[in-house]
């Protein structure tokens, strides 16, 4: 039978419909697709559709803002039962569209009428306020935000929690903060130069790096990205792009290919792109609180690329007498 | 350090679980640190830095997940990783059976009345407040944070002062409270002898030498870096020693102190003799207070040892080298090595107040001695505290990082101009687990470069540290020792090692007549 | 320095500190809080998180209003 029916888990009469739908998944959910669910979480199931590809994967949330570009967020929470393995399927509507996308034999979820979710990077965004960079590095430990505030900013604070000559984290954390930092500051260098080769060469270098199911140097280059398209740094971006897509495959999971190759596309998750809208407390809050450093990545990241790219970090910079005297102030705007 | 791993292909986690994972595995006894990462090639290079890395991590592609655990013993270890699958499939971390974590310090306050001590270690701009809230609600307080204002440092210690309760820091990195170590803390024996320090690793070396020595410390309270200045006037230190004086277990007190602000002065020798216990007073660069009540000494190895002298009713006088025999054996070993010595000290230290005594103990016979990286005359001495703020704002410390003192290292091995290499280390509760091996490491590359390029590198050093510390003094030494570093008893004779290098007709000075 | 300090009357909070036993509340770095638990000392770790969402402003504004509340709630300092 063809169009949606009810989903057998809901009862009778009962038709689940999507809440938002990113447009990146709409894109790909096209008539008679076929995948499976790739991982599965309390609130996500990773969806890879045949072939497999980094284009090839959509997701499914419980009810929130999505926290990826490719989401799709249900209106409630998710099957127990769709684990890793069940196989998915999108179904055509009457008009050529696809109207369900189906998991397992009888679970649909109607797309056509469900809005679309805002991962779109708006371009010629505000910039980041200092004071902002400055309190998500008070709260921050793991990932990468504490090393890459510390390259941006001279009085950067110690970070939470912190001691005297500033403790930090696990010595775990520090190794990684050791490798990252030279990496970082090539980019930065690379990116206010509009220079590819160099900015390529270090954004590759920082796929697959640290914690996370998603490594926190793929979060950091997403934002990084983001912060690209967002700060006027189009060029760049495009210039890379291939390099980078083709890079990813061997260097982190396949998941973090994915999303890599959806930032490149111009979409990132909800919290990220309401972050770049309009950065202040409230999106902050909701960025920090994506995935265990996720956000905090994705907004190291982007801070480095506004930085470097001139569009100076916000308000009150002119008399942020310790930004002027940032590590990079010799490189400064 | 014994470092075993599991793969597990395909196995995903979210970043929530895995981060509550590596935090588990890290609590598990005996492991000194533990990673769950997926086996990209970025993070391969990020386990082999932190020694994580094995012929089984190497395995692991990246949709692989890595668990990595370094432990004290093989049974440590592999019970750890046994423990592995278990973490994998538990859900989001509930809180302990009966135990559920407070969100703020006020339903902490409530619900735990009889809490005396609050350990305060956020960031310095929001430290001020909690410090507040526990004084109000009459706790005592430790306050780790450092980046604290000064004005909200005075208005916490009136305060505290005022409720009669203890504001140890902000900036305090180490206390003992009965029989407690907190923040970077030694494994040292309880005893007679009470510390009053505005210097965490000045107390952390006096209380190490006082276990050498076969005394123990009855409490040491830190009243952080900046007491002692004039703006605060040692408001912390005067009822600190009020404490000690009053506190049955404490026979002798210690006073210990980078230069206190010559205002000061006065009033703290008044409080020593007020104190009725014998004293001893090390105030790094302070000329002796010639006034009875205290004895005054120039080094913090001579601290304990006159404390110890004190308690034991003996007699004490400094001496330059506690065995002056085993100095000439190490400086005849230096001149059987080939090459040419340059003429030029660098000293690389993470403890502050270590450095601090090497340059009072150095200037004087090395002339200038510049306390930065870059900047000064060719050819200038440098003693570079690599822990001070300007070198570690949102950097890890070299305590907890010794990457980043290691690649200093390294460097020297390249100067030529650099004959004599000085260091420390500082072993103890919650600095790094091995600070030597990335030492030993990179003073074996620097010596071996040195020597390529037709030059001797010395490298003298000292470690803070005791037995009973979970890195184990007499291993940390052997390691260094066996790279080449001439290790002396203590920070004070390391410097003054290096002195007799750069200006050997010292030594009759130093070590008296030859044998 | 000495002068500032109050005479002590009986149940001394200091020397009640130092007799011991020990028990801490723990606010901030996690792993103050595993070593003491780890070294047998009875402590309550919180979960925290910076007040106000971090935002300095917002922070002042709380800190002077809690000590005008503190003030008034204990009848002033000490």
Redesign the interface.
């Known amino acids: 039978m063809i169009g949606p029916g009810p989903p057998a888990a809901a009862g009778p009469g009962l038709r689940l419909a999507a809440d938002a739908v990113a447009p990146l998944a709409r894109a790909r959910l096209r008539p008679g697709r076929r995948g499976w669910v790739?991982?599965r979480?309390?609130r996500?199931a990773n969806v890879r559709l045949a072939p497999g590809g980094p284009e090839d994967w959509v997701s499914l949330h419980a009810p929130g803002p999505l926290p990826s570009p490719f989401g799709i967020a249900c209106p409630g929470a998710l099957p127990a039962w769709a684990v890793?393995g069940t196989p998915v399927a999108v179904e055509p509507g009457g008009d050529g569209a696809a109207a369900a996308l189906r998991l397992g034999s009888a679970w649909r979820l109607a797309l056509a009428e469900a809005p679309s979710a805002e991962t779109a990077v708006p371009p010629g965004a505000p910039p980041v306020p200092a004071?902002t960079l400055?309190?998500?590095?008070?709260?921050v430990t793991?990932g990468l935000l504490?090393?890459t505030?510390?390259l941006l900013?001279?009085?950067?604070?110690?970070?939470?929690?912190?001691?005297?000559?500033?403790?930090?984290?696990?010595?775990?954390?520090?190794?990684?903060?050791?490798?990252a930092r030279p990496v970082l500051l090539a980019l930065f260098r690379a990116t206010r130069r509009r220079d590819p080769a160099p900015a390529l060469r270090a954004a590759v270098?920082?796929?697959?790096?640290?914690?996370?199911?998603?490594?926190a140097?793929d979060d950091l280059v997403i934002g990084w990205l983001a912060g690209l398209q967002a700060g006027g740094g189009g060029a760049l971006c495009g210039a890379i792009a291939e390099g980078l897509g083709d890079a990813a495959a061997?260097?982190?999971?396949?998941?973090?290919t994915a999303l890599v190759t959806a930032a490149l596309a111009g979409h990132v998750g909800v919290p990220a792109s309401r972050f770049v809208a309009g950065p202040g407390?409230?999106a902050?809050?909701a960025l920090l609180a994506v995935?265990?450093?996720?956000g905090a990545d994705f907004l190291a990241g982007y801070a480095l690329a506004r930085r470097a790219l001139g569009t100076a970090l916000g308000a009150g910079e002119r008399g942020d007498r310790a930004a002027t005297r940032g590590v990079l102030a010799g490189a400064g705007p | 350090m014994i470092v075993h791993a599991a793969i597990r292909p395909a196995v995903y986690r979210d970043s929530v679980v895995l981060m509550r994972v590596a935090e588990a595995l890290r609590a598990r006894p005996g492991v000194r640190e533990a990673a769950a990462l997926m086996g990209t090639p970025a993070n391969h290079a990020l386990l082999g830095s932190a020694g994580l890395a094995t012929p089984e991590t190497a395995r692991a592609g990246p949709t692989d997940l890595v668990l990595a655990v370094a432990a004290d013993t093989e049974a440590d270890a592999q019970d750890a990783l046994a423990a592995v699958d278990a973490l994998l499939e538990a859900g989001p971390r509930r809180p302990a059976a009966g135990r559920s974590r407070p969100r703020t310090l006020r339903t902490a306050l409530a619900e735990a009345p009889d809490a005396a001590l609050v350990a305060i270690s956020v960031p310095g701009a929001f430290a001020a407040l909690e410090a507040r809230r526990a004084l109000h609600a009459g706790r005592h307080v430790f306050l780790f944070s450092d980046n604290v204002p000064l004005a909200e440092e005075i208005a916490l210690k009136r305060l505290a002062v005022a409720r009669r309760r203890l504001c140890m820091g902000p900036d305090c990195g180490t206390a003992y409270v009965a029989g407690v170590g907190l923040g970077f803390a030694n494994v040292v024996p309880c005893g007679r002898i009470g510390i009053v320090a505005a210097s965490g690793t000045g107390l952390q070396a006096i209380a190490a030498h006082l276990a050498a020595l076969g005394e123990g410390v009855s409490h040491g309270l830190g009243v952080g870096g900046r007491d002692l200045s004039a703006e605060v006037g040692g408001l912390m230190t005067g009822l600190a020693l009020d404490a000690l004086a009053r506190d049955p277990a404490t026979e002798i007190v210690v006073l210990v102190s980078k230069p206190p602000a010559p205002a000061t002065v006065p009033t703290l020798a008044t409080a020593l003799r007020a104190l009725g216990k014998p004293a001893v007073a090390c105030a790094l660069g302070t000329s002796p207070v010639a006034a009875g009540g205290a004895r005054w000494v120039e080094t913090l190895e001579d601290a304990a040892r006159c404390a110890a002298a004190l308690a034991a009713g003996r007699g004490f006088s400094p001496a330059p080298f506690a065995d002056p025999a085993a100095v000439r054996a190490a400086l005849a070993r230096r001149a059987a090595e080939p090459g040419r010595a340059g003429p030029v000290l660098l000293g690389l230290y993470t403890g502050g107040t270590l450095a601090h005594e090497a340059r009072g103990i150095l200037a004087p016979v090395l002339g200038p001695i510049v306390d930065d990286l870059r900047g000064g005359p060719a050819g200038v001495h440098r003693i570079v505290d690599l822990g001070a703020d300007e070198l570690t704002a949102g950097r890890p410390h070299p305590m907890l990082d010794p990457a980043a003192r290691a690649a200093g290292v390294r460097e020297a091995g390249r100067l030529a101009e650099v004959g004599v290499l000085l260091v420390d280390l500082v072993l103890g509760r919650g600095v790094h687990p091995d600070p030597a091996g990335p030492l030993a490491a990179a003073v074996r590359e620097a010596r071996a470069a040195a020597r390529a390029a037709g030059r001797a590198l010395t490298v003298v050093g000292s470690v803070v540290g005791t037995a009973a510390d979970p890195q184990g003094l007499a291993g940390q030494v052997a390691r260094l020792r066996e790279a080449g570093v001439e290790v002396l008893p203590s920070n004070a004779q390391a410097a003054r090692f290096a002195a007799l290098c750069l200006r050997p007709a010292l030594a009759t000075v130093l070590l008296g007549p030859a044998a | 320095m000495s002068a500032a300090v109050p005479p002590r009357s009986p149940g001394d909070p200091v020397a009640a500190l130092l007799a011991g036993p020990l028990r801490v509340i723990a606010v901030g770095l996690e792993t103050f809080a595993d070593e003491l638990a780890a070294a047998g000392v009875p402590v309550v770790a919180v979960d925290w998180r910076p007040p106000a969402g971090g935002d300095p402003r917002l922070l002042a504004l709380l800190a002077a209003l809690e000590d005008d509340d503190d003030d008034s709630r204990q009848g002033g300092p000490a």
Do not use: E, N, Y
Request: with cysteine.
């Open positions: 790739a991982s979480f309390p996500t890793a004071a400055r309190a998500a590095a008070a709260i793991g504490p090393v505030v510390a900013m001279r009085d950067a604070p110690p970070g939470a929690p912190c001691g005297p000559g500033t403790a930090r984290g696990t010595a775990l954390d520090a190794v990684l903060a050791s490798q270098a920082l796929l697959g790096l640290g914690p996370g199911l998603t490594p140097g061997s260097r982190t999971t396949p998941l973090g407390p409230v902050l809050t995935g265990a450093t996720s």
